[in-house]
């Protein structure tokens, strides 16, 4: 491998991509409170109703840390299509297999011309419904690459954090199946960990990235409870709600005047002033014209005056 691969660099480019723009922590806040309401008003099924006992706020952060979580994985994909392609020669990651469409973590094709196809999760810990529809993708990726390139391919599933193993069992006895009745089209392993870079890669590749990781992650880190409890939604100070919404017309008026958003308001909102700051900017003369603005006019009215 180069020797000249920046592990640091790559992670934290991989890092801006996915997770937050910038390492300074008041564009990390920003973002955050950004996220938030973007949640509110875009997913809102996911944070209220009925059945659900947190309240809107602790339930605004358990999705904003899964939504995170999955961003992570993403980043991840990015950073070792990095680090791989010191190694290999990265292909198209796009494939078309039986009419439908495939997207490969990894896929490079190596010095031997054989193809090396990576499938890539953080943790083998989801629910043990997920497991089979797991297995089948990849092996019609597997049975796909082998249509498309016509050479033998090296398939691996691989969970990056070795940690967890809910279902190695299972895959070992689908993957050693699989290559019994394929033998001559493909050979598949199952990994966990390291080892896997370090033998594409070299043996301290994987302590590299660990070391880099745990360094450029610090960068990153950020109290998501922390600031959606503190950040006064209802004055705005860094006016991050307030240029989103006037930006998103149409979406906004449920937050600010259905029912179903009366305990979001309560939380997020509980003096009225966003409401108020927008009714100022929508009656405004140059704004006022708009359908979007007569109809946030007259809710307010109806809501909040009469």
Known sequence: MKMSFDYKKSLKKAFQNHIFSSDDKSIIEKEIIRLSIMALVEKPEKIIGFLRFQSPKQKLVQFLTQSLEIKTGDMLEEFFTDLLSTKFTAQDKYITYLGKNYKCDQLFLQKNGEVLFIEQKIRDDHDTTKKTGQV???????????????????????????????????????????????????????????????????????????????????????????????????????????????????????????????????????????????????????????????????????????
Not at 172 to 200: R, V
Not at 239 to 263: A, C, P, Q, T, W
């Open 136 to 306: 089948d993708n990849f092996e019609t990726k597997i049975l796909g690459l082998a249509s498309k390139y016509k050479v033998h391919i090296n398939a691996y599933e691989w969970f990056i954090d070795d940690n967890f193993k809910k279902h190695e069992v299972y895959y070992q006895q689908c993957i050693d199946d699989f290559n019994s009745k394929n033998a001559s089209i493909c050979t598949s392993y199952l990994k966990y960990g390291g080892p896997i870079i370090n033998d594409l890669c070299g043996v301290e590749t994987w302590d590299n990235f660990v070391q880099a990781y745990e360094e450029t992650k610090v960068d990153y880190v950020s109290d998501i409870p922390s600031i959606i409890n503190n950040y006064d939604f209802d004055n705005d100070p860094s006016s991050v709600i307030f240029d989103y919404i006037i930006h998103k017309r149409k979406e906004n008026m449920g937050l600010f005047f259905s029912e179903s958003f009366k305990k979001v308001r309560e939380e997020f909102f509980p003096s009225n002033k966003m409401a108020e700051k927008l009714y100022n900017y929508f009656s405004e003369k140059k704004h006022s014209k708009s359908k979007t603005a007569r109809l946030f006019v007259q809710q307010y009215h109806q809501v909040y005056i009469t």
